[in-house]
């Protein structure tokens, strides 16, 4: 299993220009979520699913748009860049039943807009 | 809305030393508790979780942490740490609401040198 894959790894974007950061995951989990990480700062909750067609914000989701038609894949779109959005942005994906399980992290997206 | 705090964002030690990492969360209620280490370029990974239970884990690589309900804390330690325990570590809190999906509620992290 590959697990949680994100690309691109590293894009410098202008003010204004847009962008897919796209997740794929291989454990058939069905929750994924987004989240970002500024310096110094905590993971902030984005955008999260819990299965193909369900998406809901998160804290900090402005900005931002997802969607779900697979299980495999939740992309994040950025529409009108900012410099607020300069970030690390980590994808993640968990199996949820019963009851709660840790969620699985991608090796993150280095965003930079200038 | 819930908080994670932990205490120290930098921390050095020398290897062979002992570590504990402070960690406490704002919940009144039913909470699942989490610590991640991110090592240099690598992804978040799990070292430990709490559910329920013994109130003392043990999780990857020697680490283990205690969950004290009436201090709000779930403080991470190992008795004796290594250089290749340099990394990033994050004290995450998920509260029990038994159904929907809210993602984890993160502490700043500590960053954690170990010098040979």
């Known amino acids: 299993n590959a697990g949680v894959t994100q690309t691109p790894k590293f894009r410098i974007l202008k003010i204004g220009q847009s962008m897919t950061l796209q997740c794929t995951q291989d454990m058939n989990h069905n929750y994924m979520y987004w989240y970002r990480q500024d310096p110094g700062m905590g993971l902030k909750l984005i955008y999260y699913?819990?299965?193909?067609?369900?998406?809901d914000k998160g804290e900090v989701p402005n900005g931002y748009n997802v969607s779900r038609s697979t299980t495999e894949d939740f992309p994040l779109r950025l529409e009108l860049a900012a410099p607020s959005q300069t970030s690390v942005y980590f994808c993640?994906?968990?199996?949820?039943?019963?009851?709660?399980?840790?969620?699985?992290f991608g090796p993150g997206t280095r965003l930079t807009v200038l | 809305a819930q908080s994670v705090s932990q205490h120290n964002h930098h921390v050095i030690l020398s290897e062979a030393a002992s570590l504990e990492l402070g960690c406490n969360y704002s919940?009144?209620?039913?909470?699942?508790l989490f610590w991640y280490v991110q090592y240099p370029g690598q992804h978040l990974q799990l070292l430990l979780k709490y559910f329920s239970g013994d109130p003392l884990v043990k999780g990857i690589k020697g680490f283990e942490a205690e969950f004290i309900k009436s201090k709000f804390s779930f403080n991470l330690r190992k008795p004796s740490v290594q250089w290749s325990d340099t990394a990033e570590y994050f004290c995450a809190v998920r509260p029990y609401s038994g159904g929907g999906a809210d993602g984890l509620t993160f502490g700043k992290g500590t960053h954690l040198i170990i010098q040979p």
């Open positions: 699913s819990v299965g193909a067609g369900i998406t």
């Open positions: 919940y009144g209620g039913t909470v699942n």
């Open positions: 993640a994906s968990s199996y949820e039943g019963l009851s709660y399980n840790e969620q699985f």
